[in-house]
């Protein structure tokens, strides 16, 4: 069957609200508590002290550039996605009606789709608890700017430790909410999508765990700071790594970051379209989790 963008989109749709649908969804406030505690709340102590407003992405900014909020972000839409593509009894009616092409189509873009919707669904929900105490500008609060150094001894909070000096002294707000977003979200994918091949090659359980131990290994190299970090995708998805602290110099280019992923994704991309046009594919529905 020839590729037909109606049957792609009913594919999307069709797996897109089962996606919105899925009990898992509880995971996502779940995971916003800790980001809450470690982040929404020093940041507006932080401005209650100072008595001024924070910039209303920094808090966001400051959650995309931690590594544990990067781990938790991406470990949870792994699970939010264990259960697809999705197989059940008229599976075998439903890709022949579709065609395997479009199937496989709309499973991509649907991977996508997903992903910029937890993307937005977490964005809210941090923004949501702090609006009332931000202002929207091109430019750094003195929250996050001077803080540290005029309470220096006397306030236990830490701004420096949630958005570090290798991002406020490098580019404007608006530019690291959106490069810092961009590689997240490519980040996410390329697990996701390692994922999805797994699935393909009946090898679910498997690839859970190998996601699962490269995110988490990389995570613990950059929490010990160590070079070898750069070995692990996940490393490549945190904008503020890749800056010198202190001067106007790259430690890893961001471009080669945003390179290797797309690559990477396209690669994935063929593999998946190739080996999904003759796979079982009564055998690659179930949840691991």
């Known amino acids: ?36 505690e470690w982040v929404v709340i020093p940041l507006m102590k932080a401005a209650e002290e100072m008595d001024m407003p924070i910039n209303i992405l920094e808090p966001c900014i400051g959650i995309f550039n931690s590594w544990l909020g990067v781990l938790l972000m991406t ?25 395997r092409k479009n199937w ?9 789709i997903s992903g910029l919707t937890y993307w937005i669904i977490i964005i809210a929900g941090v923004v949501v608890q702090t609006a009332a105490a931000s202002f929207i500008n091109n430019g750094w ?31 404007t707000p608006f530019k690291a909410f959106f490069h ?16 999805f091949i797994g699935s393909l090659y009946l090898r679910k359980l498997l690839f859970f765990v190998i996601t699962a131990i490269q995110v988490a290994a990389g995570c613990g190299l950059i929490a010990i700071e160590n070079m070898g970090e750069w070995l692990f995708p996940i ?25 290797i992923f797309i690559a ?7 593999v998946i379209y190739r080996k999904a046009k003759r796979v079982n594919l009564d055998m690659i529905g179930g949840d691991i989790i």
């Open 141 to 171: 609060s003195i929250v996050i700017t001077d803080h540290d150094e005029l309470y220096s001894g006397i306030s236990g909070l830490n701004t420096r430790g949630i958005v570090p000096p290798n991002l406020y002294s490098q580019m």
């Open 235 to 259: 490393s490549h998805s945190i904008l503020y790594l890749h800056y010198s602290p202190y001067f106007r110099a790259y430690i890893f280019p961001p471009w080669a970051s945003l390179i």
């Open 75 to 99: 470990m949870v839409f792994i699970i939010l996605i264990s259960s697809f593509p999705t197989v059940d009894d008229n599976m075998l009616f439903y890709i022949s009606r579709m065609g």
């Open 1 to 36: 069957m020839k590729v037909n963008i109606k049957n792609i989109l009913t594919v999307v749709r069709s797996e897109y609200v089962k996606f919105l649908f899925t009990p898992k969804m509880i995971l996502i406030p779940v995971i916003l508590i800790p980001m809450r």
């Open 104 to 112: 496989i189509i709309g499973e991509l873009a649907f991977l996508f």
């Open 180 to 195: 810092s977003s961009g590689l997240l979200l490519l980040g996410i994918l390329f697990c996701a999508m390692m994922f």
């Open 264 to 270: 990477a994704e396209a690669a994935f991309a063929a």
